[in-house]
């Protein structure tokens, strides 16, 4: 993305003079261009006694100034074009005191910061927004570090505003309704795989079958379930425990070693939303790098409904899976992100789709490893709740609910019709965990 000078532009002139920026040379730096772009902008410097100016591309959007870093070299006169495109309004000051005033949606401003010599911070000064994440780092590139490739490692969260790689699918969220006949047969093979896990964040993950959460199981009580565990990772054991099934955890719940394989058998003779996870210990990490699914068996009379989601929630802990410092985080209970079905705000970008007056029913498994979830729906207030293999509350009665809450395991769902055409945000209300990822959207038409 380094953008080039022409040879007029190689003359001497004097550093940050009037002079001097007439002769510069501008190279916009489209660094937002479709926000897919998840390093770094990198600025070019001065070459040969010559001041360059680059003008970058930020704009301030969902509590994210973007780029988050730019990385210039020592000298460069830099110009921010600074585009606000989020609903509420923002600043950006520059730590040397320039700032832009308070942006509308859609309204820009231009920050020439000169040549730039050390190190500077930008940021919005609206209450909260820096410590939400919207800041800015400009890193001078001494020239005898050229070459040197920049990292983005802040620390102010992930980038949730930003795109996902292109092609990626996402989980779908649509429950499939129990397949016909009264066995249900599945391999299950456990293995380690590397998924985007948030915007342009990649992690490698521990599975059964290759996605977290593992394939969703869906039946009726009194069906059988006859899963198949092979252990296809090289180096660690791995068992699986289904809550849906009452049994003698020895045998079935055991810890295969790489290699081994066993089936594990168990008839379904409660209705309910269920956890499966891996059974090997230390579950906390074996879990909180992605070894969980949900079973669905559905409590009899369950009525038919217009749309059908599944949603598995659970925190998200980056970094090399086992590591001291990943294993720091599970246990202080300081995810990365919290999550629906594995990836972080994947159903803001690629909403789910209903029609007014639609009826939905909502499916949520907490697979933890530690925290609750409080799954709401802006706009909607659900006339069904059932939690845990029991209706709380029926459409019948004159009572309405806001939340479906549970604890790491439990399960449940809910129900509500869409009263009109709109954009309905589903959360875990843990405010928390509902803006470090575990948010996404129903598309509402007409
Ligand atoms: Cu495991």
Not at 184 to 202: D, F, I, K, S, Y
Not at 208 to 232: C, M, Q, Y
Request: net charge negative; hydrophobic share 40%.
């Amino acid at each position: 993305m380094n953008g080039s000078h022409d040879a007029s532009s190689r003359r001497p002139v004097l550093l940050g003079t009037a002079a001097g920026a007439a002769l510069t040379v501008l190279a916009v730096l489209a660094a937002n261009s479709g926000g897919d772009t998840g390093g770094p902008a990198v600025a070019a410097g001065t070459a040969g006694g010559t001041t360059v100016t680059r003008t970058v591309e930020v704009t301030l959007d969902g509590m994210r100034v973007r780029p988050a870093r730019i990385d210039v070299t020592e000298g460069t006169a830099l110009r921010l074009k600074v585009t606000n495109t989020d609903a509420q309004r923002h600043d950006l000051k520059v730590g040397n005191g320039s700032a832009t005033p308070l942006l509308a949606r859609g309204q820009s401003r231009t920050l020439d910061l000169g040549p730039v010599t050390e190190d500077r911070e930008a940021w919005c000064t609206l209450p909260g927004h820096r410590a939400a994440g919207m800041t800015l780092d400009i890193v001078v590139r001494r020239a005898a570090a050229d070459g040197h490739e920049g990292h983005s490692s802040d620390g102010a969260g992930l980038d949730l505003g930003a795109g996902f790689s292109p092609g990626r699918q996402p989980r779908t969220a649509d429950l499939a309704p129990a397949p016909d006949g009264r066995i249900h047969r599945l391999e299950l093979r456990a293995a380690r795989t590397t998924v985007e896990v948030a915007p342009g964040v990649e992690q490698q993950m521990w599975t059964f079958g290759g996605t977290a959460p593992g394939p969703t199981l869906r039946g009726k009580v009194g069906d059988v379930f006859e899963i198949t565990l092979v252990n296809d990772d090289e180096t660690m054991g791995h068992g699986i425990d289904f809550h849906a099934g009452s049994l003698a955890p020895d045998r079935p719940m055991r810890t295969l070693e790489p290699g081994e394989r066993l089936v594990h058998r168990f008839r379904a003779e409660k209705a309910g939303a269920w956890l499966y996870h891996c059974s090997t210990a230390p579950m906390l990490q074996h879990i909180g790098n992605g070894m969980y699914g949900a079973v669905v068996i559905d409590p009899p009379g369950l009525k038919e409904v217009d749309h059908e989601y599944l949603l598995v929630s659970s925190e998200l802990y980056l970094g090399t899976p086992g590591s001291t410092a990943q294993v720091t985080k599970m246990r202080e209970g300081t995810p990365d992100a919290w999550v629906f079905n594995g990836v972080a705000a994947q159903y803001a970008k690629r909403p789910l789709t209903a029609k007014a007056g639609e009826r939905a029913r909502f499916w949520v498994v907490d697979a933890g490893p530690g925290d609750p979830v409080a799954f709401h729906i802006v706009g909607t207030v659900f006339d069904t709740v059932y939690k845990e293999g029991a209706y709380l509350l029926t459409p019948d009665r004159p009572g309405g609910a806001q939340v479906l809450d549970l604890a790491p395991a439990q399960g449940g769902f809910v129900e509500t019709t869409f009263p009109g055409a709109g954009h309905y945000s589903f959360v875990d209300h843990d405010m928390r965990h509902a803006e470090a990822g575990a948010h996404g959207t129903v598309e509402v038409g007409r």
